[in-house]
């Protein structure tokens, strides 16, 4: 049974993934949270435990430290380490924004 504090967005937008302090890899976010998301970055794939991510939404960006709370075949389930007000606000844009994107090329 899983647990969750907030409710999974099913939206797909790209990641950057850093490991310290410098992009070393671009992920798929999928099946996102308020807490947290699923990393989708394909098979073979070995990230620490900890790392930050980084979220980009209409030109202006944000850090997330994240920590990987499960693996699978093709990717990670990370938590989100920090979240602030402003990122939980970042966050819900980001998603919005991702929705409606999605929903608009799905109809034209």
Not at 23 to 33: N, R, T, Y
Not at 39 to 47: A, E, I, K, Q, R
Not at 72 to 77: D, I, S
């Amino acid at each position: 049974m899983e647990h969750r504090w907030s409710k999974r967005n099913k939206v797909e937008f790209p990641v950057l993934i850093f490991e310290n302090n410098l992009p070393v890899a671009l992920g798929s976010a999928k099946d996102v949270s308020s807490g947290g998301l699923f990393l989708h970055t394909g098979p073979g794939w070995m990230l620490p435990a900890k790392m930050d991510i980084g979220l980009y939404n209409d030109g202006d960006q944000i850090r997330l430290p994240c920590k990987v709370v499960h693996r699978t075949a093709n990717g990670f389930g990370l938590m989100f380490n920090e979240i602030r007000p402003q990122t939980r606000a970042f966050i819900h844009q980001l998603m919005q924004n991702v929705v409606g994107m999605q929903s608009y090329s799905q109809a034209g």
